[in-house]
């Protein structure tokens, strides 16, 4: 149990348009999703935890209208890096935690690279 | 703020060697501790994890001790396979911040056949 999927695994797009990442939960609900940037050879940096139908809660230094998050159900939460550079390449990890339970359970990653 | 120290690696070690990764942490409130697993191409995989002091989290043959006393969570295996070879994650998460997780620099290791 307790397995979460992304979509896709991995996407190439071009300087100035926008990408979505998909981030499901697919045996549990999750009233928490949390995103994760993680930067070759280095860990994962926390950069927003979003809840179930209220708005994402973004960490120092992590611009909220380029990094669009939306947590419409308890399966599903999404990631959007509108108008993406080349400095937004990297792989961007999702995870999710079952509601009162301190454990998280983490996607694959999506590996993001912008031309 | 909360953070989380390991050692740097990588660590390269031959197969049936022992290890041990140090983890040290500091934090505000009182933390649960985990250590992840990152295989090479794959996702994170929690690898086990203690909730209190003096609490051992064991699974496929690494343990970790919670040392309160210390502030460590230091991660062994008596004797690891080429298999094992994976980047090691530290991580600590307090429920009073919403359960987030910090986690450490990672640290590589590499297992000879």
């Known amino acids: 149990g307790a397995v979460v999927s992304q979509h896709p695994s991995w996407v190439i797009c071009k300087s100035g348009t926008s990408v979505k990442i998909e981030c499901r939960s697919l045996d549990f609900q999750a009233t928490t999703m949390f995103w994760y940037r993680q930067f070759p050879k280095q860990s994962l940096m926390l950069m927003a935890t979003?809840?179930?139908?209220?708005?994402?809660?973004?960490e120092q230094g992590v611009e909220k209208d380029k990094f669009l998050i939306n947590h419409a159900s308890l399966t599903l939460s999404t990631l959007t890096v509108t108008s993406a550079h080349p400095e937004d390449s990297s792989f961007y990890i999702c995870?999710?935690?079952?509601?009162?339970?301190?454990?998280?359970?983490f996607g694959p990653g999506t590996r993001l690279t912008v031309t | 703020g909360d953070s989380v120290t390991q050692m740097e690696g990588p660590v390269t070690l031959s197969e049936e060697a022992f290890l041990t990764i140090n983890c040290t942490y500091t934090a505000t409130g009182y933390p649960s501790l985990f250590w992840y697993v990152q295989y090479p191409g794959e996702g994170l995989q929690l690898l086990l994890k203690?909730?209190?002091?003096?609490d051992k989290g064991s699974n496929k043959g690494f343990e970790a001790t919670y040392r309160k006393e210390t502030t460590s969570f230091h991660l062994e295996k008596g004797s690891v396979q080429v298999s094992d070879s994976a980047v090691y994650f530290c991580a600590l998460s307090v429920m009073e911040y919403g359960n987030k997780l910090v986690f450490g620099a990672g640290t590589i290791l590499r297992v000879k056949s």
């Open positions: 203690a909730t209190k002091a003096d």
């Open positions: 995870s999710a935690s079952h509601p009162g339970f301190y454990e998280q359970y």
């Open positions: 979003s809840n179930e139908g209220s708005k994402a809660t973004y």
